[in-house]
């Protein structure tokens, strides 16, 4: 038995590549393929089971919204998450609580196993700041993947009692010490040439410890993103990250 998948943003960096992929297993039907110019009905009128959406952060609560209401489980790489637009997923789910929906900030295997070492890390360094680098077509910063490990590393430095880490600037421009992520600052910068890349920088004395990823190429959100459709089917209810269906 195929799964029949659907892919919202099939035109765009990732979704294009995801298409490929969808069609490319044995074990998926691509049924559907839209783009910003598609109805969403094609989803449900071409009898999709999941839907994998990777759209924009002004499309994706819109596609969430139609798939949910009808059953299709969703795996979803798109950003711009917020506490609100999550509560308002967690409700849509509540109405509909045999459907699945993956978010995850970052579908490379790479980049799961970096967030998670620097959560780990995160207790035993006084300091740390992240730097994100991704191309310059990107709408949305800090990057999800950025955010996410911001508030990962936040939450471990909370659990072991560290004191949120202090600013010495007095003098400086406004955006210079980056964004403030639950107390993590965080930098963004957009290069053409570049693609998806992070360093999670923590520091003590006399030592630093540097945690970096690079994304060279779209394929490497591949397999994450298969292995989150073949999952999202038996799992409802939300889960944010891929790292739930990696067997750490
Ligand atoms: N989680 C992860 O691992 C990854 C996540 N991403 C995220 O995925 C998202 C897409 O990235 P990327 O592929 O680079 O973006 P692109 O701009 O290349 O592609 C966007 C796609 O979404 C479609 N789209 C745009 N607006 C709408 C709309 N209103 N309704 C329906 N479809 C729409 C576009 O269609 P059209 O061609 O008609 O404009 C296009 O197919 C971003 O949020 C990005 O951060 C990206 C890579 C990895
Ligand atoms: O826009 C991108 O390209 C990417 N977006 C995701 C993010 O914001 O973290 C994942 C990856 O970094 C590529």
Same mark, same amino acid.
């Given at each position: 038995? +195929?799964?029949?998948?659907?892919?919202?943003? &099939?035109?765009?960096?990732?979704?294009?590549?995801?298409?490929?992929? =969808?069609?490319?297993?044995?074990?998926?039907? @691509?049924?559907?393929?839209?783009?910003?110019?598609?109805?969403?009905?094609?989803?449900?009128?071409?009898?999709?089971?999941?839907?994998?959406? @990777? +759209?924009?952060?002004? &499309?994706?609560?819109?596609?969430?919204?139609?798939?949910?209401?009808?059953?299709? /489980?969703?795996?979803?790489? +798109?950003?711009?998450?917020?506490?609100?637009?999550?509560?308002?997923?967690?409700?849509?789910?509540?109405?509909?609580?045999?459907?699945?929906?993956? *978010?995850?900030?970052?579908?490379? *295997?790479?980049?799961?196993?970096?967030?998670?070492?620097?959560?780990?890390?995160?207790?035993?360094?006084?300091?740390?700041?992240?730097?994100?680098? /991704?191309?310059?077509?990107?709408?949305?910063?800090?990057?999800?993947?950025?955010?996410?490990?911001?508030?990962?590393?936040?939450?471990?430095?909370? &659990?072991?009692?560290?004191?949120?880490?202090?600013?010495?600037?007095?003098?400086?421009?406004?955006?210079?010490?980056?964004?403030?992520?639950?107390?993590?600052? =965080?930098?963004?910068?957009?290069?053409?040439? @570049?693609?998806? /890349?992070?360093?999670? @920088?923590?520091?003590?004395?006399?030592?630093?410890?540097? *945690?970096?990823?690079?994304?060279?190429?779209?394929?490497?959100?591949?397999?994450? *993103?298969?292995?989150?459709?073949?999952?999202?089917?038996?799992?409802?209810?939300? +889960?944010?990250?891929?790292?739930?269906?990696?067997?750490?």
């Amino acid at each position: 038995m +195929t799964l029949r998948v659907a892919v919202i943003g &099939a035109t765009g960096r990732i979704g294009s590549e995801a298409v490929k992929a =969808v069609e490319a297993a044995p074990d998926l039907e @691509l049924v559907a393929a839209l783009s910003s110019k598609s109805d969403l009905a094609e989803v449900t009128d071409a009898g999709a089971q999941v839907a994998v959406e @990777l +759209t924009h952060p002004d &499309a994706v609560m819109a596609n969430l919204d139609h798939c949910l209401r009808n059953g299709v /489980h969703v795996v979803t790489g +798109t950003t711009g998450w917020t506490d609100e637009r999550l509560a308002t997923v967690r409700g849509l789910l509540a109405e509909n609580p045999a459907t699945g929906l993956l *978010i995850a900030p970052n579908f490379s *295997i790479g980049a799961v196993l970096s967030m998670q070492f620097a959560q780990k890390a995160a207790r035993y360094f006084d300091t740390v700041e992240v730097v994100e680098l /991704h191309h310059d077509r990107k709408a949305d910063a800090p990057s999800g993947t950025a955010t996410r490990t911001a508030q990962l590393i936040a939450a471990a430095r909370t &659990a072991a009692g560290l004191p949120r880490q202090g600013d010495p600037t007095t003098h400086g421009l406004p955006g210079a010490r980056g964004a403030d992520v639950d107390g993590v600052p =965080v930098h963004s910068v957009r290069l053409r040439g @570049l693609l998806a /890349h992070q360093e999670v @920088l923590l520091g003590d004395t006399g030592e630093t410890l540097t *945690i970096r990823h690079d994304s060279l190429h779209h394929s490497c959100f591949m397999p994450g *993103i298969l292995l989150g459709v073949r999952r999202v089917v038996d799992t409802p209810g939300l +889960t944010l990250g891929l790292e739930h269906f990696l067997d750490l």
